[in-house]
């Protein structure tokens, strides 16, 4: 008992030196450069006077809300909160579209003073969407860690420029792994459209939102979802041919394809090793029907080694496909690696209304495992199994006890008549 | 040169302790997962007999993985809860998609995983047992192997106006052993994509123990005595 106890405390501070070597001491300097950043995009235009969240309005709510979630801020994670048409209550459109502040910076939360920056709020004026997550990709800064923004709004963007589903997308392709998830207060359908579209092109997520608890529970598991580690992809950016094409090493790799584009990427593989490569194409954006993405493996022949492909129709998050390509040594000391070309197409394509650029989201996972690609029998062990295995067997042996015993007969037979 | 030596050091080392730190946090996490991961790189993984759940989206892409080894057949079942009726705007149909550890799509040799649910319905259920998991299989096949499955449950059809709806998702997957007729030789050099998932009980290339043993041992007897037999019919008794 005593020993299991011994042994449990010794595990937890080998735990805790762990911890504190990795990531250094939270309340002393402030979280790590890397922890996972979230910055909370409220919603204060006029609207937000409507008093129809549970008989509250709505910016009770969302300030409830708020509260809740600022209590909940998990250790690690550095939460900042920015406004939209929180100050500006005029009609004049050019000053209303650029009403966007920042409340709170992101950083380690002092909940008392997030929280009385909270109570200020008063619904007020337009709602400039575009512009509001422009200033909170700013907000977020570049170094490093999960980023995520959570919209939450009650209307459509009431300045139209920048249209910020494209403002979304052109956030998501500067490759700084901006996540926006967005909840609506409201269920018409264009404010719904819009919001499907924001997290759509980010990969983010869209709630509509009718009940306090609903918000508050929302935001909160969004935040602690900023706070799981994932591994960060590494940008890449593939050639139309497989000489000029970038060397992947093992990882997680973003780019992005041109509807029907191909794009090349190499790998370099030793004998006795085995390449392993997913490749998805995201849909980001309203799409056709009908799609699919290829991946293929060419030697730097340009013969096709192996391929992989999906196809599907409907709606759809991404399409992935994957393969896996075992080098066998060419002769005994066969150290050389070989150049494998990996070729990522796709079959999407979308209605003309829609937008070419950026290209579509491809993530491309590449590993390489040492691992000799053993086929042995099929069975296991090479054994057999079934009843005409035992007559086969049993006939064997009968056939061969009889002939054995014939053999000992005429042997008798032959050494008597002698 | 000795710099690159050096940054594979580090990062060597930088790893180590990253899987330690997963390690020990997965330890805690052993219990039943409450999230979903939204793609596969954020997959959840579900610790075998547990139940997950998660809270999220009509329209949520939900992503969750759990391992198979060989001679496994696996079966993923996911219940989703559905709005109440009266928020909802029309019939709804969801899908459960399942994906070995390259992120190929896999086929489901047999279950619903596309069902529609009316406006009334409460829940719907989807299921999907793969085929069975090959030790080994030639690298243009696409036959499920040993390692990590996604599972990936969306609505792929509803209402507009229902999208973001909140919906509750149950998931659970169990491997069952396929039995001896379906264990098969050979050997992949590593499972595929298997860090985040707990090893199956017997291992990824499954337990070295078959019937197909006591087949073929029973039918090496059986020989035996069938030759013992043989030859005793052949010495004729009066001469003995």
Redesign the interface.
């Known amino acids: 008992m005593i020993i299991t106890k011994r042994l449990a405390a010794g595990a937890c501070a080998l735990?805790a030196a762990?911890?504190g070597?990795?990531a250094p001491a939270h309340a002393a300097d402030g979280p790590p450069k890397d922890s996972p950043k979230v910055e909370l995009v409220l919603d204060v235009s006029g609207s937000m006077r409507a008093t129809d969240v549970d008989g509250q309005s709505r910016m009770s709510a969302a300030q409830q809300a708020f509260n809740e979630v600022i209590d909940a801020v998990p250790d690690g994670v550095r939460l900042g909160i920015r406004t939209l048409g929180a100050t500006y209550p005029g009609d004049d459109k050019e000053i209303g579209c650029r009403d966007s502040k920042n409340l709170y910076p992101v950083g380690q939360v002092d909940r008392t003073e997030a929280k009385t920056a909270v109570a200020t709020l008063r619904p007020t004026g337009w709602t400039p969407i575009g512009y509001a997550l422009r200033g909170a990709d700013q907000d977020l800064g570049t170094d490093g860690g999960t980023r995520r923004v959570v919209l939450i709004t009650d209307g459509e963007d009431s300045c139209g420029k920048p249209d910020p589903c494209d403002v979304a997308r052109e956030l998501a392709a500067k490759g700084t792994h901006l996540t926006i998830d967005t909840l609506?207060l409201v269920?018409d359908?264009k404010t719904?459209?819009q919001?499907?579209c924001i997290a759509e092109a980010t990969?983010g997520?869209?709630?509509?939102v009718?009940h306090r608890k609903?918000l508050s529970?929302?935001i909160k598991?969004l935040v602690?979802?900023a706070d799981?580690?994932?591994?960060t992809?590494k940008p890449t950016q593939g050639t139309a041919e497989c000489a000029t094409a970038p060397e992947l090493g093992a990882g997680?790799w973003t780019d992005r394809e041109q509807f029907a584009e191909h794009r090349w990427y190499k790998v370099k593989v030793k004998p006795g090793?085995?390449l392993?490569?997913?490749a998805?194409v995201g849909a980001d954006r309203a799409v056709d029907r009908d799609y699919g993405v290829l991946v293929r493996a060419v030697s730097e022949g340009g013969q096709e080694l192996?391929r992989?492909s999906?196809a599907g129709s409907?709606?759809t998050?991404?399409m992935?496909?994957?393969?896996?390509?075992?080098v066998f040594k060419a002769k005994k000391d066969d150290k050389e690696a070989r150049t494998v070309c990996l070729e990522v197409s796709n079959s999407f394509s979308a209605p003309p209304s829609v937008k070419r650029d950026p290209g579509l989201p491809v993530?491309l996972?590449v590993?390489v495992?040492?691992?000799?690609?053993?086929?042995?029998?099929?069975?296991?062990?090479?054994?057999?199994?079934?009843w005409v295995?035992?007559a086969?067997?049993?006939?064997?042996?009968?056939?061969?006890?009889?002939?054995?015993?014939?053999l000992?007969?005429w042997r008798v037979a032959v050494w008597r008549e002698n | 040169m000795r710099n690159r030596t050096l940054t594979r050091r580090v990062s060597a080392v930088l790893l180590a302790?990253?899987a330690?730190?997963?390690s020990?946090?997965a330890a805690s996490a052993d219990e039943a997962p409450t999230?979903a991961g939204?793609?596969?790189?954020?997959a959840v993984a579900i610790p075998p007999g547990k139940k997950a759940t998660a809270?999220?989206?009509t329209?949520?892409?939900l992503y969750w993985q759990f391992p198979a080894g060989a001679g496994q057949q696996a079966t993923a079942k996911a219940t989703v809860t559905l709005p109440e009726a009266s928020?909802r705007h029309g019939a709804a149909t969801w899908q459960l998609d399942v994906?070995?550890g390259?992120?190929?799509?896999q086929a489901c040799a047999s279950g619903e995983p596309t069902q529609r649910a009316s406006q009334q319905d409460a829940t719907v259920t989807l299921t999907c047992t793969l085929r069975t998991v090959r030790?080994?299989s030639?690298?243009?096949s696409?036959d499920p192997l040993p390692g990590a499955y996604y599972i990936r449950l969306?609505?792929?059809?509803a209402a507009?106006?229902d999208?973001?709806?909140?919906v509750k998702a149950e998931v659970e997957a169990d491997a069952k052993d396929a039995g001896?007729?379906q264990?098969?030789?050979?050997?992949?050099?590593?499972p595929?994509?298997a860090a985040a998932v707990s090893e199956p009980e017997d291992g990824w290339n499954?337990s070295?123990f078959?019937?197909?043993?006591a087949?073929?041992v029973?039918?090496?007897v059986?020989?035996?005595?069938?030759?013992?037999?043989?030859?005793?019919?052949?010495?004729?008794p009066r001469r003995r």
């Open positions: 735990l762990l911890a070597g990795i609506g269920q359908d719904r459209e919001l499907t990969g997520t869209y709630t509509t009718r609903e529970g929302r598991q602690k979802r799981t580690p994932v591994e992809p997680i090793q085995e392993r490569a997913s998805g192996v992989g999906d409907g709606r998050d991404v992935a496909a994957g393969l896996r390509y075992p993530e996972a590993d495992v040492k691992g000799p690609d053993n086929p042995s029998d099929l069975a296991a062990f090479g054994l057999g199994r079934g295995l035992l086969v067997l049993g006939v064997t042996g009968l056939l061969a006890g009889l002939l054995w015993g014939w000992a007969r | 302790a990253t330690l730190f997963t020990a946090s999230e939204t793609a596969f790189r954020t809270d999220a989206s329209g949520d892409y928020a994906f070995d390259l992120r190929r799509r030790a080994w030639e690298r243009w696409n969306t609505v792929v059809d507009d106006q999208l973001g709806l909140p001896g007729a264990a098969g030789g050979g050997e992949l050099g590593a595929l994509h499954g070295w078959t019937d197909r043993w087949w073929t029973g039918g090496a059986l020989g035996a005595l069938a030759a013992v037999g043989g030859y005793v019919l052949t010495r004729h």
